[in-house]
């Protein structure tokens, strides 16, 4: 069965540079959220899209914006990147927000370090 | 608010059962889940119960949920070396679609 698919699963970048993590949701998936762990923790929720418009909005930095597009994947963009931002940052998807499940299936994340 | 507490380290041998426990403090939550995450990788749904059921069942997997005192357990029978990593609960909030995790229990299986 299809999974959801991360891009890229490691990104390597200097402080202040920008990086963009995309994740392409399971198959009729129309919502995504994206999620941050850092070393040895565990993954804290940044932001929500359903349909196309954002959810919700956790601890997500000022620096960080994401989007959900029309074919349903969602980019991910970081400026100004700080030495604690480097984590694995995950992507899951569900099906339909409001059902009763909402049952999220996790990508394999992307390693991001910054140097 | 919102917290989930597991404890961090568990050490079995192989062929005995593994208890993973974790207490949850929203009363509204729908679901909860058992997440595995093995070294260097993603997360991997073992599975979920519904807020209103007392248990669920599936092959070495049982989870029991005792919703008065908020507490959620996962029993893995007859556990293997491969099952050592690293076991998150989670649950749904009801008003958003978050999953709030716990810290993560550490599996150390030994042979």
């Known amino acids: 069965a299809a999974g959801v698919i991360q891009s890229p699963r490691h990104l390597i970048k200097e402080k202040r540079e920008t990086a963009t993590l995309k994740c392409y949701p399971i198959?009729?998936?129309?919502?995504v959220y994206w999620y941050q762990q850092g070393p040895g923790q565990d993954p804290q929720f940044l932001i929500s899209?359903?349909?196309?418009?954002?959810?919700d909005k956790g601890s997500i930095p000022d620096r960080f914006s994401a989007q959900q597009f029309s074919d349903y994947h969602s980019e991910l963009n970081m400026s100004s990147l700080e030495l604690g931002d480097s984590a694995l940052y995950f992507c899951?998807?569900?099906?339909?927000?409001?059902?009763?499940?909402?049952?999220?299936?996790f990508g394999p994340g992307t390693r991001l370090t910054v140097l | 608010g919102e917290d989930v507490e597991q404890s961090l380290f568990l050490s079995v041998r192989e062929g005995d059962s593994s208890v993973i426990n974790c207490t949850y403090t929203?009363?509204?939550?729908?679901?909860l889940y058992w997440y595995k995450q093995e070294p260097g990788a993603g997360l991997q749904l073992l599975t979920y119960?519904?807020?209103?059921?007392d248990m669920k069942q599936d092959q070495r997997l049982t989870v029991l949920l005792n919703k008065k005192d908020k507490h959620l357990s996962l029993r893995i029978a007859d556990t293997q070396t491969g099952d050592s990593a690293i076991y998150f609960c989670?649950?749904?909030?009801?008003?958003?679609?978050?999953?709030?995790f716990g810290q993560g229990t550490t599996l150390q299986v030994k042979p």
């Open positions: 899951a998807s569900s099906f339909h927000r409001t059902a009763s499940t909402d049952t999220q299936y």
């Open positions: 198959p009729r998936h129309d919502t």
């Open positions: 899209f359903y349909e196309k418009m954002q959810s």
């Open positions: 929203d009363s509204s939550s729908t679901y």
């Open positions: 119960i519904f807020s209103n059921m």
């Open positions: 989670a649950e749904l909030t009801s008003n958003t679609g978050k999953l709030i």
